[in-house]
């Protein structure tokens, strides 16, 4: 098994967009996702399914959402999505991934 780290910004705007793969080829075993929105931009993420606004998790500028694997919970392995309350919302992403061997 290896050790996938991801470490991305990404621009989000007023429609759903993809930030995060499914992961079928591995186990996510860490994600942090922090809103560093510039104009205060208000980012709504959702797991599996297309964002929307004001749904799922919200996160004010500077907030973040973190999960991690320990011994009662696993992260989810479903895509997620997120959209902006306007234009030009930003997030950065940590995300590490234990990969199969085959």
């Given at each position: 098994m290896g050790n996938v780290i991801?470490?991305?910004?990404?621009t989000i705007g007023a429609a759903s967009v993809q930030v995060a793969v499914q992961q079928e080829g591995g186990a996510r075993k860490a994600l942090s996702i922090i809103n560093t929105s510039p104009a205060g931009q208000?980012?709504?993420?959702?797991w599996g399914?297309?964002?929307q606004a004001g749904k799922g998790i919200v996160l004010y500028?500077?907030?973040?959402?973190?999960?991690?694997e320990d011994s009662?919970?696993?992260?989810?392995?479903?895509?997620i999505w997120a959209i902006s309350s306007a234009a030009a919302g930003t997030i950065s992403i940590h995300e590490r991934v234990t990969t199969r061997d085959k």
């Open positions: 991801r470490d991305a910004s990404q208000v980012i709504s993420l959702a399914k297309a964002a500028a500077g907030g973040s959402w973190s999960e991690s009662t919970f696993n992260p989810s392995n479903m895509e």
